[in-house]
């Protein structure tokens, strides 16, 4: 791992640290974190936790299912990791989701501390009094935040400059413009019958960016009528923008 402080740096929270750097270790995001583009550190929650059994979790107040990470355990790890005013970021299903505007705006920071709970949940204590950002995939539930740990990092490190070989093409990949990506096609050029559209081999540039757009305005409008919703509402903004100058 490189020493350089000018790289972007992930901390990950954990009681499973031998789950890092996992498949962050292969292709781009491993060749950018053994070039030192980026760092990782792997911070095992144990080790904070006191007594003989190293106890992380308790019942939880109240009754109910499952255990409940311990507010003063949680705390000290992140005591021992955060920067000066830095805010932890802990993965949970009730946070805002993911998105490539906020994966843009991690990437622009100089490091992330990413709190992975396990059992039930953290307790909310700690997560007020650290004012801990909280960040979801989606509407679902994994068994532990390691995972949405991991797909967040490799959104944020395929940004960072250096890392992808054509830095360009970020710039029509799904969400950059507000919409889905449209369909891709190589060689052969028929397959199974199924030719490559005519488009793509005319070898007229305007004619394929058009129909490129196209085809992602018209998926998005069948595939996620949400994006397609807030891409004509952004339309409509900039035109009132423009009519206002």
Same mark, same amino acid.
């Given at each position: 791992?490189?020493?350089?402080?000018?790289?972007?740096?992930?901390?990950?929270?954990?009681?499973?640290? &031998?789950?890092?750097? *996992?498949?962050?270790? $292969? #292709?781009?995001?491993?060749? +950018?974190?053994? !070039?030192? =583009?980026? @760092?990782?550190?792997?911070?095992?929650?144990?080790k904070?936790?006191?007594?003989?059994?190293?106890?992380?979790?308790?019942?939880?107040?109240?009754?109910?299912?499952?255990?409940?990470?311990?507010?003063?355990?949680?705390?000290?790890?992140?005591?021992?990791?955060?920067?000066?005013?830095?805010?932890?970021?802990?993965?949970?299903?009730?946070?805002?989701?993911?998105?490539?505007?906020?994966?843009?705006?991690?990437?622009?920071?100089?490091?992330?501390?990413?709190l992975?709970?396990?059992?039930?949940?953290?307790?909310?204590?700690?997560?007020?009094?650290?004012?801990?950002? &909280?960040?979801?995939? *989606?509407?679902?539930? $994994? #068994?532990?935040?390691?995972? +949405?740990?991991? !797909?967040? =990092?490799? @959104?944020?490190?395929?940004?960072?400059?250096?890392?992808?070989?054509?830095?360009?093409?970020l710039?029509?990949?799904?969400?950059?413009?507000?919409?889905?990506?449209?369909?891709?096609?190589?060689?052969?050029?028929d397959?199974?019958?199924?030719?490559?559209?005519?488009?793509?081999?005319s070898?007229?540039?305007?004619?394929?960016?058009?129909?490129?757009?196209?085809?992602?305005?018209?998926?998005?409008?069948?595939?996620?009528?949400?994006?397609?919703?807030?891409?004509?509402?952004?339309?409509?903004?900039?035109?009132?923008?423009?009519?206002?100058?």
């Amino acid at each position: 791992m490189s020493s350089s402080t000018t790289c972007w740096r992930a901390s990950v929270l954990t009681i499973f640290p &031998e789950m890092f750097p *996992g498949p962050l270790g $292969l #292709s781009l995001a491993g060749k +950018a974190l053994e !070039a030192g =583009i980026w @760092a990782l550190d792997a911070v095992d929650i144990r080790k904070f936790a006191g007594g003989r059994h190293a106890s992380v979790d308790d019942t939880p107040f109240g009754g109910g299912p499952g255990m409940v990470m311990r507010p003063d355990v949680v705390d000290a790890a992140l005591e021992a990791v955060l920067a000066p005013g830095e805010r932890a970021i802990y993965l949970t299903p009730r946070g805002r989701v993911l998105d490539q505007a906020l994966v843009r705006d991690l990437a622009a920071r100089p490091k992330v501390t990413l709190l992975c709970g396990r059992y039930e949940a953290v307790d909310q204590r700690v997560l007020d009094a650290r004012e801990v950002e &909280e960040i979801s995939l *989606g509407d679902f539930v $994994l #068994s532990g935040g390691e995972p +949405a740990a991991i !797909a967040l =990092i490799d @959104a944020v490190v395929r940004l960072l400059p250096g890392v992808m070989g054509a830095p360009e093409g970020l710039n029509e990949e799904s969400f950059e413009s507000g919409l889905l990506e449209y369909p891709h096609y190589t060689r052969p050029a028929d397959w199974q019958g199924r030719p490559v559209p005519e488009v793509l081999l005319s070898g007229h540039h305007e004619k394929i960016r058009l129909w490129r757009r196209q085809q992602a305005e018209d998926i998005t409008r069948a595939r996620r009528p949400d994006l397609w919703a807030r891409h004509l509402a952004r339309i409509d903004e900039s035109k009132k923008k423009e009519t206002k100058r």
